[in-house]
């Protein structure tokens, strides 16, 4: 990777805030002189560190406090510069943002106790205070991983177990896509060297290998689109290591991974998604299982676009995924890509948006309000908000998100108890299975209840609905 200096974060801040240049570049100023002197393992120079922190934060266009606070943010506790001076040097925000981030760090995760548990509440309620201190940190943890290297091997491990355990879910909760990817690929070299580096090459031959294909789709999809007026962009994306790693685990064949190879597809307005889908369908044979309209109910996260798997004669499949570029932001950077709509009001604009969209804030204040023992807390985090679901539908085109090992039978009681004692299998996908039938992400399911007991008919049909 090029090493990243303070003009890089400069241009980068320049696309969307130029306003804020000499308040950032004074804050590195700032750090660079209190951090004189110190070193990170590598070897550099103390101020790398905080300068690639900002430089992350400066990619996911935050605010300027954010970014300020992101060079500042090791100060208080390694130098002697206080929160007071941070205050009158800048601004009380900052100087809370980086207070925040530093409360955080210094005992966070080091053992499995209580104070482990107290510690991981802090970090995951500070999302209810101000959630720029969480993507701070988010953006700190990501360079301590990528910088991992110069840690012991003890150490490594540790820390990319918590930032699976932890950052990972997080991440994944706020939307931050891109962060969430790399954190992955990154505690899988640490975790499992042998199997990311057969995953590694795994993925780079498929690179070179399809590269040809993808874009003879891409323009194919791009002149469709033309002809019909719809003014588009496309990119693709290849799935990371780690989602590659873990789909083979579970069992998928590598060509049969359906969104290993996503097309993304730009258009101006929703109105335009649903066509572009249907062009999609129309000119390509499309595999029912891979849609999901996510437009119509966006991920707890906020994600929204429309997936449909296409076929490439000969090839296999490829994921499009459809969205407006106003979507494009919120899906690479979640609920940070908000911020530099309203500049100075970011942090009331992100956290109404925090309450009133993302559904699982809601829950988390219902765990925080009910827990009053913080073990309990962190379990009932990790098994309702930090566990990956599914979506699920039914015939009636209801999305539902469930766990994934979810049965039939549970999946009845989840959606209604009543019809959880009723239940006597279902049609998943048109096909009839019994009760224990796992279900899968994607699948359309069709309960199928006892006859009421008091039905005259005998020989009834097990369907009571017909579809
Ligand atoms: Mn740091």
Redesign the pocket.
């Known amino acids: 990777m090029n090493k990243i200096t303070l003009l890089d974060l400069i241009n980068n801040l320049k696309t969307y805030n130029s306003d804020e240049v000499d308040i950032v570049t004074k804050a590195y100023y700032f750090a660079e002189y209190h951090h004189h002197g110190q070193f990170r393992q590598s070897g550099e120079p103390y101020i790398i ?2 300068l690639n ?1 900002a430089y992350t934060l400066s990619l996911m266009h935050a605010d300027r406090d954010t970014i300020i606070a992101g060079l500042l ?2 100060l208080l506790e390694d130098t002697t510069v206080t929160k007071e001076e941070i205050a009158s040097e800048f601004n009380p925000t900052v100087a809370n943002l980086v207070y925040g981030v530093t409360k955080m ?1 210094k005992t966070l995760f080091k053992t499995r106790n209580e104070e482990f548990c107290a510690n991981t509440r802090k970090l995951i309620m500070g999302i209810s205070g101000d959630v720029r201190i969480i993507i701070i940190k988010l953006a ?1 943890r990501l ?2 991983m990528r910088t991992l290297e110069y840690k012991t091997r003890q150490k490594q491990i540790e820390n990319a177990k918590e930032t699976m355990e932890i950052f990972v879910p997080i991440a994944q909760l706020i939307g931050a896509y891109q962060i969430k990817c790399e954190l992955e690929d990154v505690s899988l070299l640490y975790l499992e060297p042998e199997e990311y580096v057969k995953y590694f090459n795994m993925r780079e031959k498929l690179v070179t290998e399809y590269k040809s294909m993808i874009n003879d789709v891409l323009s194919q999809v791009y002149e469709l689109l033309c002809t019909d007026n719809i003014p588009s962009e496309i990119k693709y994306q290849i799935k990371n290591i780690y989602g590659i790693y873990k789909s083979c685990q579970s069992g998928a064949e590598l060509t049969r991974i359906h969104d290993l190879i996503a097309l993304e597809i730009m258009v101006s307005s929703i109105r335009e998604c649903y066509q572009t889908l249907g062009i999609l369908h129309t000119n390509f044979a499309s595999i029912d299982y891979a849609f999901k309209d996510y437009i119509a109910t966006p991920k707890p996260n906020m994600y929204q676009s429309l997936h449909t798997g296409i076929m490439v004669p000969e090839k296999g499949i490829v994921q499009a995924q459809i969205r407006t570029f106003e979507m494009e932001d919120i899906d690479k950077y979640g609920l940070i890509a908000y911020w530099d709509k309203l500049k100075g009001k970011a942090k009331d604009v992100m956290q109404s948006d925090l309450q009133m969209k993302f559904p699982f804030y809601q829950e988390l204040a219902k765990i925080n309000a009910t827990c009053t023992n913080n073990q309990d807390f962190v379990n009932q985090v990790k098994n309702k908000l930090f566990t990956d679901k599914i979506t699920v539908s039914t015939s009636k085109g209801s999305f539902f998100q469930i766990l994934p090992s979810t049965t039939v039978s549970e999946f009845a009681y989840f959606v209604n108890p009543e019809m959880g004692l009723s239940v006597v299998g279902a049609f998943v996908n048109g096909k009839q299975v019994p009760l224990d039938y796992t279900l899968k992400s994607g699948d359309r399911i069709e309960i199928i209840n006892e006859p009421p007991a008091f039905s005259t008919v005998k020989n009834s049909p097990l369907v009571l609905k017909k579809s």
């Open positions: 560190h905080p922190v943010h090791d760090s700190d360079h301590n």
